[in-house]
């Protein structure tokens, strides 16, 4: 069961693979800067600074990594309405007049107007970023619980070849009678012991025992002395 959970987790660390949680977010706000730029160039904000930050929040929402969706594409309308006022505010003061004030009604009206009039534009990017993030998370819940199941089919494959393999030894072993301890005990004797070789002095003189002709009598050993 714990090979199974080990299994299982290392999946889901793969499947959850993808762009860090913050590199989205700095590539949604390079694609806005970006579009801020061509914007001031321009002196309007049009199709480019909308297209940078669509096809960026829907980037990110594709390519960032399962655990970093959330937070990605919650930063996605605050990252817009963010550059987006500070875009207009700049367009409106190099557009204005010499000596207006730098903070007054008709500019705040009209730095806020385009997060206003571009709404529509930042709750599709967002609505289709949270459809793909829901879609990305369901799809590696199936993929991980497939591969799960798959794990324990085949572990319980390995466990039953593993206890078929011991019931046919079993059966193999009472049916020549030789008990499993008493065969265990005769591998182990037949290992240890080895034939004793001509060059082995200490081996020969140890296992052979001299001859019954060869040992002094001991009656020719008393009166041999004297």
């Known amino acids: 069961m714990s090979h199974a959970n080990s299994g299982s987790r290392t999946t889901l660390n793969k499947g959850a693979s993808g762009?860090?949680?913050?590199?989205?977010?700095?590539?949604?706000?390079?694609?806005?800067?970006?579009?801020?730029?061509?914007?001031?160039?321009?002196?309007?904000?049009?199709?480019?600074?909308?297209?940078c930050f669509v096809v960026a929040g829907l980037a990110v929402a594709l390519?960032?990594?399962?655990?970093?969706l959330f937070?990605?594409?919650a930063m996605l309308p605050v990252s817009f309405a963010a550059v987006t006022i500070l875009t207009s505010f700049i367009i409106t003061r190099m557009m204005a007049a010499d000596g207006t004030p730098m903070f007054n009604k008709t500019t705040i009206v009209t730095a806020v107007y385009p997060l206003a009039q571009y709404f529509l534009v930042l709750a599709a990017v967002t609505a289709g970023a949270i459809v793909i993030a829901?879609?990305?998370?369901?799809?590696?819940?199936?993929?991980?619980?497939k591969r799960a199941e798959e794990h324990t089919a085949q572990r319980r494959q390995e466990a039953e070849a593993d206890r078929?393999?011991?019931?046919?030894v079993t059966r193999a072993?009472?049916?020549?009678?030789?008990?499993?301890?008493?065969?265990?005990?005769?591998?182990?004797?037949?290992?240890v012991r080895r034939?004793?070789?001509?060059?082995?002095?200490?081996?020969?003189?140890t296992h052979e025992r001299p001859s019954r002709a060869?040992?002094?009598?001991?009656?020719?050993?008393v009166y041999g002395n004297e």
């Open 173 to 191: 072993r009472a049916v020549t009678g030789t008990p499993p301890d008493k065969t265990a005990r005769a591998q182990d004797r037949a290992q």
């Open 71 to 73: 937070l990605t594409v």
């Open 134 to 145: 829901v879609l990305r998370l369901k799809s590696h819940q199936r993929n991980s619980a």
């Open 19 to 51: 762009l860090p949680t913050w590199s989205g977010i700095t590539i949604v706000l390079a694609a806005l800067l970006t579009g801020m730029l061509i914007s001031i160039m321009n002196l309007d904000m049009g199709v480019p600074y909308l297209a």
């Open 63 to 68: 390519f960032t990594e399962l655990r970093g």
């Open 195 to 205: 034939p004793v070789q001509e060059g082995d002095p200490d081996r020969r003189q």
């Open 214 to 221: 060869q040992r002094p009598r001991m009656d020719e050993d």
């Open 164 to 168: 078929r393999n011991r019931e046919t």
